[in-house]
């Protein structure tokens, strides 16, 4: 009678144990869902859909400034080719990121954006971006990464200034295992 009791509970445990597992592997995907709808934590809503060209202000300038950060670990370059641009709200803009991969081999990288003030994340709309997707780098090349965006006509009136950090790290298989 004892055996069979602690075999269920061992059954169960297991279970909460798997259950907890799976748990921990859907918090990603759902805080990525979730940062992408609400604009928290520098992401930006993406509203590809909206015709921006009928809704430019051309009343408003909203300088939009680009910061890069390389956490590669490697003495490679990644820079905007324009520190700044100034936008107005519906305007579609182009902008380049200059990256080198100094390395005598072919790296993965990811790009992760914030935007600051954090407000201003929310009217920030990138229909193109390299931080969309992992970036692959072959050995000692040099490109270009894309970026398309608009600012919403909806920004409030005191946000002049947008600032757009992009952080790029090294993705390997290392980094996936412990991400996983």
Request: with cysteine; charged share 20%; proline share 5%.
């Amino acid at each position: 009678m004892q055996t069979q009791s602690n075999k269920k509970l061992l059954v169960r445990l297991c279970g909460f144990v798997l259950a907890m597992f799976a748990f921990g592997f859907a918090l990603v995907p759902l805080y990525d869902v979730f940062c992408d709808l609400t604009g928290i934590n520098g992401r930006s809503v993406q509203r590809a859909d909206i015709n921006t060209q009928t809704l430019v202000d051309t009343s408003r300038v909203i300088r939009v400034e680009f910061v890069t950060f390389d956490k590669t670990g490697q003495p490679s370059e990644f820079i905007a080719r324009a520190p700044s641009v100034e936008v107005h709200p519906g305007e579609m803009k182009n902008v380049s990121f200059h990256v080198t991969n100094p390395l005598n081999e072919a790296v993965s990288v990811r790009a992760i954006p914030s935007v600051s003030p954090g407000q201003g994340s929310l009217y920030l709309n990138k229909t193109e971006c390299f931080c969309f997707n992992q970036q692959a780098l072959a050995a000692n090349e040099t490109t270009e990464f894309k970026l398309r965006f608009f600012v919403d006509k909806a920004l409030p009136e005191e946000i002049k200034v947008l600032t757009l950090a992009y952080t790029l790290y090294p993705i390997s298989e290392q980094t996936l295992a412990n991400a996983l």
